[in-house]
């Protein structure tokens, strides 16, 4: 039977698991994406600076990194994944429902926290146990697990657009006097508000100013609609716990009867003894080890120094694009929202969902693209097409339109970035090392120092230094490609790499274009 029979069995067997784990990727997706349009809001829930609640931003991306690590001690057992998927998913629930209660930025940022332990067990977890059920063939039912990340993403800005606040607020940082009129200034102009305005509030003392609550309790609505939706994604784990007999209430699970054609494909001889005969606790992962396992000496004995500079320079590449990708969704509806634009909050609401959504149709639109199209090819034009974009943003940086244009490029453009640096990246290490470890982990780092770096500077600098960051972290990030190429020639065995050392890598791909 052919390799299609094959994946519709499997995907047949195992149909509620995989719903499981596409759904729990729902939740990381909505989780990542909200914190950018309800950025003003949560300011003046908890009377915050834009470097402070940029802290924020920090706290998730930093625990989401510890709980990536921590997701790895669940994955012994199946009890073990599914329980922590249950409480990881139920915890972004309750992170949604807290958040409206949240009136000081330090609360914010350890209750944002959680949810990014959660958001990194989750990406453990569910990317581990769909490899273990599909092995070689997970490819495919990973495209669409990162797909549903993009559907939670370009859901939550939708979500709480209706619900943003038109009005604005001054954040409270203490009794203002007379000196503190030149803050004030600068606090209102980063708000969007009349210079007069703001001097008007210069001379009143701020612990006598109504409590900005009409806001915050406007886009509560919106984190209580986003925890009700999220609900059933917990439900449905525990109904799989349930249905694999692991609750405690529930009698040992029998061995369920296979179909005939089920039954035909496990009972066909495998053709040749492979890694992927070995029961699943058992297989080798190369390059998916944790960071601590690639850091041990064994792994470093007689490797050439153009290795190191591979993973170096790999990781510094997605360092930029990732963190870009970070840094844009959070700051670009306050970007829209400032002078010279001055677009209205509920106009630049889309601004965070346009982006997710041509990122989520970027990822559909590389899996064909990526059966013609060689890896390195692709990363040189979603590297070119973001400093490209970046340029035309600047320079036009007063039109609305191009804002919007601009956006959707950039979405498309960064989608496929990751997965194409990772298969190119294995592909030059000939699948040996820890490139995806590396990557992964130099992607997260990304993500976390850029919002916070670009949220100082936002501050500091105004609104244009935004689009200034982006052009600066594109060339940097092309620069590092650049050197990458470069250390690929320099790499021995360019043109050496033995036809099964690589079949295995790249079999689930060739079934797909089959």
Wanted: proline fraction near 5%; hydrophobic fraction near 45%.
């Amino acid at each position: 039977m052919g390799c299609d029979g094959r994946v519709s069995g499997l995907l047949r067997r195992n149909l509620q698991p995989t719903l499981t784990y596409w759904s729990v990727f729902f939740s990381f997706g909505l989780c990542i994406a909200f914190l950018g349009p309800t950025l003003l809001d949560l300011r003046c829930q908890t009377h915050s600076s834009l470097p402070q609640i940029s802290w924020v931003f920090f706290s998730q991306q930093l625990c989401l990194l510890l709980g990536s690590a921590l997701g790895g001690v669940f994955k012994r057992t199946l009890a073990q994944s599914l329980w922590a998927l249950f409480t990881s998913s139920l915890a972004i629930s309750l992170v949604f429902a807290v958040i409206p209660f949240c009136r000081d930025v330090t609360v914010l940022a350890s209750v944002m926290a959680l949810a990014g332990l959660a958001m990194g067990c989750i990406d453990t977890v569910a990317n581990m146990q769909l490899v273990r059920i599909y092995q070689k063939d997970s490819a495919i039912f990973l495209q669409v697990l990162h797909f549903f990340v993009g559907f939670g993403a370009l859901l939550s800005p939708l979500i709480a657009d209706p619900f943003l606040s038109e009005a604005n607020c001054l954040p409270a940082n203490g009794t203002a006097n007379s000196t503190s009129g030149s803050h004030l200034f600068h606090a209102s102009r980063v708000l969007g508000q009349h210079h007069a305005e703001a001097w008007r509030w210069s001379n009143q003392s701020l612990s006598r100013l109504p409590p900005q609550d009409g806001a915050g309790t406007r886009v509560s609505y919106a984190f209580w609609i986003m925890a009700l939706i999220n609900l059933p994604v917990p439900l449905a784990v525990l109904f799989l716990l349930s249905k694999e007999r692991l609750l405690a209430c529930c009698p040992q699970r029998r061995p369920l009867l296979l179909s005939a054609d089920e039954l035909a494909l496990e009972t066909q001889p495998p053709e040749k003894e492979d890694a992927s005969s070995l029961p699943p606790k058992f297989q080798p992962h190369p390059g998916h080890e944790d960071l601590f396992s690639c850091c041990q000496r064994k792994n470093f004995k007689g490797a050439p120094y153009s290795f190191f500079a591979i993973h170096i320079t790999a990781a510094l590449v997605l360092f930029m694009t990732d963190g870009m990708t970070g840094e844009y969704s959070a700051f670009v509806y306050s970007y829209a929202v400032e002078k010279p634009l001055s677009v209205g909050h509920k106009v630049a609401g889309y601004l965070p969902s346009l982006f997710w959504g041509f990122i989520t149709l970027g990822r559909l639109i590389s899996i064909p693209v990526s059966s013609k199209v060689k890896p390195a090819t692709m990363v040189f034009i979603n590297v070119v097409g973001v400093v490209v974009t970046f340029l035309v943003l600047l320079v036009f940086s007063y039109n609305v339109a191009f804002l919007f244009v601009g956006t959707a490029s950039l979405g498309l453009f960064l989608s496929s970035t990751f997965p194409s640096m990772l298969a190119y990246t294995e592909d030059i290490l000939q699948y040996k090392g820890c490139a995806t470890t590396v990557l992964v982990t130099g992607a997260g780092i990304g993500e976390m120092v850029l919002q916070m770096l670009v949220g100082s500077i936002f501050q500091a600098q105004g609104s244009y230094s935004f689009l200034v960051c982006g052009v600066i972290f594109g060339c940097l990030a092309f620069t590092f490609y650049i050197l990458l190429l470069f250390f690929h020639r320099m790499h021995p065995g360019l043109s050496s790499v033995p036809t099964q050392d690589k079949a295995l890598g790249i079999e689930s791909l060739e079934c797909y274009q089959r």
